[in-house]
């Protein structure tokens, strides 16, 4: 499983599902490619594609 950090850009459209450093849910977001990943309020977040 691919993890995008907050500030990169999408490496293709969909649905990215952010998490917290410790794995909890922090919702999803829809991306087209080559936007930037929205920045989260927890240090360690990151995101995962197509889990909604």
Do not use: I
């Not at 977001?29 to 197509?50: C, D, M, N």
């Amino acid at each position: 499983m691919k993890k995008y950090r907050p500030g990169e850009q999408a490496p293709e459209t969909g649905y990215y599902t952010a998490y917290d450093s410790q794995g909890q849910n922090g919702g999803s977001t829809y991306l087209e490619k080559g936007q930037r990943f929205p920045a989260t309020q927890h240090e360690g977040s990151y995101y995962v594609l197509g889990e909604e």
